[in-house]
């Protein structure tokens, strides 16, 4: 029995989380959940799965009542819960930076994190190794192009390893002219042709953003140089990403764009357990596959980080802060979707360098980068 604590369990992968697990009550044990003010769902969902306990993370979201189950809130509970439940694996599911500190609590406490937290190690990369490494806790990918490369590399000497190659979707927006990009309206970036996500990753996998992100988690997850980190074009979304070896040899893994294989993948790793729910694979009926070089013109917000991941240091974090600030603008209809690029670039400009040393370096140059951001967005828009 694999006891579990959720973070983020009203989202799309905490709710998916729940759904692969609800399929092996035998196997799983649901020991904790955690929202950020979703307070309805919650209840439902302490209701249905009855874990020992529950933390609201914003406590003006409202109170739960639910008996035989420990209620906690605010933020500093959320880091608690992260790393003293009693769950042998806990999921990161939240949004955003936020979602540091419980990273490093639950490595710091020895456990396995299951993370699905992009920006844990885009904003906090080295500062999540160094605690992994003290702290002897296990990180595990939950993002479907990372728990590829996971599967891909099993058994294999790392020096055997010429390069990885993540692979994208492309987004809405492969096949528009860069003329129409400023003409892009939310409704617009939020239709993706093959995954059914939360709006702001969305709407980073419409700028490509995303794979930026994806490129800089897999130079910390694998101690990949960014040299040997590609990525191509896959509109099928059913190659999650390859690994190459030194002999030539190519490994890829393959599967339908469902997130719930590499959140139960996460959840045993090694083991693999029957699920025939997700063996639905017929390659007769997925022809064909095809591949695309990305163009790094027409997408200049994936230039934008990947140029910030090789820089390093506090780059990535300005990077990860700009682009959410920028994402946000452009939902709420504020600033166009062509002009995100320009104020994520003008807060890497604006940024002075430094290295990352601590959560609170992380924080105020997560802060800082978000101040600068919307300065620079309220000129365009003057």
């Known amino acids: 029995m694999i006891r579990v604590a959720i973070l983020g369990s009203t989202g799309s992968v905490g709710r998916s989380a729940l759904e692969v697990m609800g399929r092996h009550p035998e196997r799983f044990r ?42 906690a809130y605010g933020r500093e509970a959320l880091i608690e819960l992260a790393g003293n ?94 003329s129409r990009m400023n003409d892009v309206t939310p409704a617009d970036a939020l239709r993706h042709p093959t995954w059914n996500m939360g709006s702001k990753i969305t709407i980073d996998s419409a700028t490509l953003a995303n794979k930026a992100l994806e490129v800089i988690e897999a130079h910390f997850l694998y101690g990949m140089e960014y040299e040997r980190i590609d990525v191509v074009v896959h509109p099928q979304s059913i190659v999650h990403s390859f690994v190459e070896f030194t002999d030539g040899s190519v490994v890829a893994q393959l599967g339908l764009p469902t997130m719930e294989l590499p959140i139960l993948y996460a959840l045993t790793h090694p083991e693999r357990i029957d699920d025939a729910r997700l063996r639905t694979f017929r390659p007769s009926r997925l022809s064909d596959l095809t591949f695309e070089e990305l163009d790094r013109l027409r997408f200049p917000l994936f230039e934008l980080g990947v140029q910030a991941g090789r820089a390093g240091g506090w780059a990535p974090t300005v990077f990860n802060a700009a682009n959410e600030v920028a994402v946000h603008a452009f939902l709420e209809g504020v600033l166009p979707f062509g002009e995100m690029a320009g104020a994520v670039g003008a807060a890497l400009e604006r940024t002075p360098p430094g290295r990352i040393r601590s959560v609170e370096d992380v924080l105020g140059v997560d802060a800082e980068a978000r101040r600068v951001t919307r300065e620079s967005i309220e000129a365009v828009v003057a």
Do not use: M
């Open 30 to 71: 649901v020991v904790a959940l955690a929202a950020n003010r979703s307070v309805a769902v919650l209840r439902e969902q302490a209701a249905l799965h009855r874990p020992r306990r529950v933390v609201v993370a914003d406590p003006g979201a409202g109170r739960l009542d639910l008996p035989g189950v420990s209620c």
């Open 85 to 178: 439940s009693d769950a042998d694996v806990v999921v990161n599911a939240l949004v955003g930076v936020s979602g540091l500190e419980p990273t490093l609590a639950v490595l710091r406490a020895g456990k396995r994190l299951a993370l699905a937290n992009k920006e844990s190690l885009v904003a906090g990369g080295e500062l999540v190794n160094e605690t992994a490494r003290s702290g002897g806790g296990e990180l595990v990918p939950v993002d479907s192009e990372h728990s590829a490369i996971l599967q891909c590399l099993a058994g294999s000497d790392p020096g055997h390893v010429a390069r990885i190659v993540l692979t994208a979707s492309g987004g809405p927006f492969r096949r528009w002219d860069a």
